[in-house]
């Protein structure tokens, strides 16, 4: 029987000393402080600011949402960030992605300070990240390797492949498993013949976007699923692995939902806090 990897036994256990941490920020005069740019009226946008606003005020995280028009030019965006980037009082900054066109992420994202990059989406982190340094790392790759921890999945020297290579799932979730000393291989669209890759997987990792397009007849017996997909279909949220099928073959498998979905946010305040520890507000300042 497989263990079934729930988001929820592991952000209960961040929260608690998310809290302690966050206090003990207050004491030395920190105020945790997250500010979050939204550009534009994107519903979808505006429900994942809300839950990460929601998931500050439970930790007493300050957030500050500044929510710039639709139409705002590439230059007014980039001085907001600036102006975030040297103020005292805010210790970490979120760009709300996907931008509405024609507004470029990559150029945004480099007018946030390194050391107040919560979602370390900022490339000049994804290259600490290669280099083995101390950026701050994207919140669901990290939140995955927590999960894997937290379950007790043996990952050195063990085969693992990641499926997608999205700048902020695939690509860093799978120098993160080489980090943990995986042997790691990477797919895409273009991957041939994806099955004989991923039955001799011991970790498989799918970051894709379609629903249940990993089966249990892919899968090695015995592996580690982490499902990252979300997908919205008639039959509600599906995640990338067929569960049913997979659940039969692997000996820890997360669902969708209540799996890799409730770590992202948990994942978003420990970068939030460990900026703020680390020196960027105005206590801390070194
Ligand atoms: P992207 O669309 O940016 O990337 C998808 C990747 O899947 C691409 O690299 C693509 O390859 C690859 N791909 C597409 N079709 C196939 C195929 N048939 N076989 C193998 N690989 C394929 O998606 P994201 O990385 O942003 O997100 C992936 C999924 O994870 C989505 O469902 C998203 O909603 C979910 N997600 C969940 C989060 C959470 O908190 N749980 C957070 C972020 C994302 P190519 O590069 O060749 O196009």
Redesign the pocket.
């Known amino acids: 029987m497989s263990t079934i990897m729930y988001g929820a036994p592991c952000v209960d256990q961040l929260t608690l000393d998310q809290s302690r941490r966050v206090e003990a920020l207050r004491e030395k005069g920190v105020n945790v402080t997250l500010a979050v740019v939204r550009v534009g009226d994107d519903p979808a946008s505006e429900v994942y600011v809300r839950n990460k606003k929601n998931a500050c005020a439970k930790l007493g995280i300050v957030s500050r949402e500044i929510h710039l028009p639709g139409d705002t030019d590439q230059e007014t965006l980039e001085n907001c960030l600036d102006a975030l980037s040297a103020d005292d009082g805010v210790t970490g900054i979120l760009l709300q992605l996907p931008l509405p066109a024609p507004l470029k992420e990559q150029e945004a994202l480099l007018h946030i300070a390194p050391e107040k990059d919560a979602d370390g989406f900022r490339s000049g982190n994804c290259g600490t990240l290669i280099a083995g340094g101390e950026g701050t790392l994207p ?2 790759p990290r ?1 995955i390797l927590y999960m894997l921890k937290y379950y007790g999945v043996e990952m050195t020297g063990k085969r693992a492949v990641v ?8 690509k860093p979730c799978a120098l993160m498993l080489l980090n943990e000393n995986c042997t790691v291989t990477v ?5 041939q013949n ?1 099955e004989a890759i991923t039955s001799e997987a011991d970790i498989v990792v ?5 629903a249940e ?1 990993i089966k249990g007849s892919m899968l090695k017996e015995g592996c580690a699923v982490v499902d ?4 919205r279909t008639p039959e509600g949220l599906k ?2 692995v067929e569960f049913e099928s997979a659940s039969k073959k692997a000996a820890f498998i997360s669902p ?1 939902p209540g ?7 948990a994942m978003l305040m420990e970068n939030v806090i460990d900026l703020a520890e680390k020196g960027a507000g105005p206590a801390g300042r070194k």
């Open positions: 919140c669901t939140g499926i997608g290579r999205s700048a902020i799932v695939g797919c895409h669209s273009k991957t994806l799918a970051a894709v976007g379609k397009m990252v997909g979300i997908n995640g990338d969708v799996g890799v979905g409730k770590m992202t946010v």
